[in-house]
Structures are given as structure tokens and as C-alpha cells.
């Protein structure tokens, strides 16, 4: 008989050297493979989280400064997005503080790589347009008010 331990950890490593997971998503990966038994899939869990490829507090850090840094994205969205991911709400809110988002110099990064679709329209479409566009990106009404003021 084969042992389905290890068969299931070298899937598990397969998947993990392609992109990073957490916790859940690995465990839907593993438990969607019709081979072994629980207790063999949650053993390839334990033995991931314990060699620190599966670490949900390291991937919220760096899936959060990634989506600051390259596609700008509001707390909230953040926290949706990441709760979608199957991290922890402790985890997820320790994390965004430690952060320290600065959502009004976000915003404002967002509304200046959009500002030439808005050049032709009127003040209040404007700024309706731009309200929808960062709303739909999380950020937080104060924050969109501030900014929306100063444009």
C-alpha cells in the first residue's frame, strides 16, 4: 500500500513552489485530492506551518504592502479580500495596523492615474465619478471626502 503522507506533501510542495497559499486555500487544494485520509491531510498541514511554507500572518503582511504598493486598494477592501483568503480577523487586523496605511495619500494616487478620463466633465460628475471609482476601492467615505475636497 502507498504511503499517502508523502504523497500528499509532495503534492502540497509542488503547489507551494509555484505560488503562495494560505492555510485554507492549501487545505481546499489537499482535500480536493480523493487519495488518503483526513488525518493524512491535516499531518501535511502541520508539517507545512511547521517548516513555515504555510504562514497566514506573513502572507497578510506582504499580500497587504504588495496591493499598497502596486494596485492601491482601501483598508477595507483589504480586509475583504483577505477574509475571502480564509485569514484570520486577529490576523488581519493586527496586520493592517502594523501596516500604517495612509489611505488619503492613496486615494490621491488613485485619482491621479485616473484624472485624464474625468478631464471633460463637468465639477458634481466629476466628483461623482471619482467618489465611485474610490469606493470601489475600499477606502473609507471620511478619506474619499477629504481628497474629494481638495480636487
Known amino acids: 500500500m502507498e504511503n499517502y503522507y508523502d504523497v500528499l506533501l509532495h503534492y ?3 503547489l507551494i513552489t509555484r505560488k503562495r497559499y494560505t492555510e485554507q486555500d492549501l487545505k481546499k487544494k489537499l482535500f480536493a485530492k480523493k487519495i488518503g485520509t483526513e488525518h493524512d491531510k491535516f499531518k501535511v498541514i502541520s508539517r507545512l506551518k511547521e517548516l513555515k511554507y504555510i504562514d497566514d500572518k506573513a ?14 486598494k482601501g483598508e477595507r477592501l483589504l480586509k475583504i479580500e483577505l477574509r475571502k483568503k480564509g485569514i484570520d480577523a ?8 502594523s501596516a500604517h496605511i495612509d489611505e488619503e495619500f492613496l486615494a490621491k494616487k488613485v485619482i491621479s492615474k485616473y484624472k485624464r478620463r474625468y478631464n471633460g466633465l463637468d465639477k458634481y460628475k466629476k466628483k461623482e465619478k471619482i467618489m465611485r471609482l474610490l469606493v470601489s476601492r475600499g477606502f473609507k467615505i471620511d478619506t474619499i471626502y477629504k481628497v474629494l475636497d481638495r480636487c
Open 12 to 14: 502540497a510542495l509542488r
Open 59 to 72: 502572507f497578510a503582511r506582504d499580500y497587504i504592502s504588495t496591493k499598497v504598493a502596486i494596485n492601491p
Open 90 to 97: 486577529f490576523i488581519i487586523e493586527d496586520e493592517i495596523e
